[in-house]
C-alpha cells in the first residue's frame, strides 16, 4: 500500500485549477441530530464543491486533465455537451473564460421539465454570465454528433477545437479523481483515519471510475468506493465505470479490476435523471439545517439520501468512518424551485 499514485499521472499534462486539496470534514451536528439512527457510525465529507472557481464542483477536477491536453494541443476552443442544467457545461465554461478560450455548449433536453426556471435559471443562467456560445437541442437529437459537427465547421475557420464528451468522463479526465483518491489516502495516513467507504453519486462515471481508479493503483480495493446510480440503471452504470476505471488504469500502468470490484446502488435514483425523490428533498433539507451545506436535486442529494439509508438499514458498524464526496452542482436547486415548494 502507498499514499502516492504511479509517476505515470506526473508525466500528463495538465492544467493547474485546485491550488491544495480540497478540505475533509465531520459532521458533527448531523450525526446529533441523527443520534442513535446512525449506529455509532461516524460521517464525513470531501468539499469538492468548495474548489473556488466558477461556482465549484467536482468536474473540475476533469477538466485539470482535459483542458491540459486541449491546451498542450493548441486548442483556443471548446465545445462540450450535456443536459440542459449540466454542472460540467457550467464549469467548462467557466474555465475557457479564465484561460481565455471561447466555448460551446451544446445542451439537451434531457429531463421533462418546461417551467421557466428550470430552462432559464440556475447552471442556464451562470452559463451565458460566463460568455459561452450555447445551442439548445429538443429532446432525442444527438448533441455529440451536433458538437462534432460543429467542431468541424469551426476547424474549417482556422480554429484548433477540442470536443468534450458528457461530463468530462473520459480516461484522462478521470484521473482527477484518481488525484482525489490520492489526497484521500493521504489524510488518512497523516490523521489515522481509515475510511470504510467513500460515498459518490455517479452519473456519466468518471468520478467513481476515477477514484476506483486512484485507489487500485495505490495498492488499496476499489470497493473502497460505493456509488449511486442517478443517470441510468445500477448494471449499465457499473458496466460503465468498470471500462473507464481499467481505462484509467491503463494509463497510471495498473492491472484491471473486474465488475465485482465496482459498487453502484441504484435504488436510490427513483424515475429517472433529473427527476426528483422524496429521499432527495429530506437529504437536501437535513443537511443544510443541521451543518448549512447544500447538496445538489440532482446527483449528490440522492447519493446522500442513499448513504443515510444505507446507515439506517445497519448496513455499518459502530465505529465505521464513512466519507461522502461533495460533488457541488448547488446551482441547480435554483432551477428545482417549483420542485422544492
Do not use: W
Amino acid at each position: 500500500m502507498q499514499n502516492h499514485l504511479p509517476d505515470a499521472i506526473q508525466r500528463l499534462p495538465r492544467l493547474e485549477i485546485l491550488d491544495q486539496p480540497t478540505p475533509i470534514q465531520r459532521l458533527v451536528r448531523l450525526e446529533a441530530a441523527l443520534g442513535d439512527g446512525l449506529n455509532g457510525v461516524r460521517i464525513f465529507v470531501k468539499r469538492d464543491d468548495h474548489i473556488p472557481i466558477g461556482g465549484g464542483g467536482n468536474k473540475l477536477r476533469k477538466l485539470e486533465f482535459l483542458l491540459g491536453d486541449a491546451i498542450h494541443q493548441g486548442a483556443d476552443t471548446l465545445i462540450t455537451v450535456g443536459g440542459l442544467q449540466s454542472n460540467h457545461a457550467r464549469l467548462t465554461a467557466a474555465v475557457a473564460a479564465r484561460q481565455g478560450l471561447a466555448c460551446h455548449l451544446v445542451l439537451g433536453k434531457a429531463v421533462p421539465r418546461t417551467d421557466r426556471d428550470y430552462e432559464q435559471n440556475g447552471n442556464v443562467l451562470l452559463d451565458r454570465i460566463f460568455g459561452a456560445h450555447m445551442h439548445v437541442l429538443e429532446t432525442g437529437e444527438n448533441t455529440l454528433a451536433f458538437a462534432e459537427h460543429k467542431a468541424e465547421q469551426l476547424r474549417s475557420a482556422g480554429h484548433v477545437v477540442a470536443v468534450i464528451p458528457t461530463g468530462g468522463s473520459t480516461p484522462l479526465g478521470a484521473l482527477g479523481y484518481a488525484v482525489c483518491a490520492e489526497e484521500i489516502q493521504q489524510f488518512s495516513a497523516r490523521t489515522g483515519t481509515h475510511f470504510s467507504k467513500v460515498m459518490v453519486a455517479n452519473g456519466s462515471s468518471g468520478t467513481h471510475a476515477g477514484l476506483a481508479a486512484g485507489f487500485a493503483s495505490m495498492g488499496l480495493s476499489p470497493q473502497m468506493v460505493h456509488g449511486f446510480a442517478v443517470l441510468v440503471e445500477a448494471l449499465a452504470t457499473a458496466e460503465t465505470t468498470l471500462k473507464l476505471t481499467n481505462q484509467a488504469l491503463q494509463l497510471l500502468g495498473g492491472s484491471p479490476v473486474a465488475l465485482t470490484d465496482i459498487e453502484v446502488d441504484g435504488s436510490h435514483r427513483g424515475s429517472g435523471y433529473g427527476i426528483p425523490t422524496d429521499g432527495m428533498f429530506q437529504a437536501v433539507q437535513l443537511l443544510a439545517r443541521t451543518e448549512g451545506l447544500l447538496l445538489d436535486p440532482v446527483y449528490s442529494g440522492k447519493a446522500f439520501a442513499g448513504m443515510l439509508a444505507d446507515i439506517r438499514a445497519g448496513a455499518y458498524s459502530a465505529g465505521d468512518n464513512l466519507l461522502f464526496v461533495m460533488t457541488g452542482g448547488t446551482p441547480g436547486l435554483y432551477a428545482y424551485q417549483e420542485a422544492f415548494e
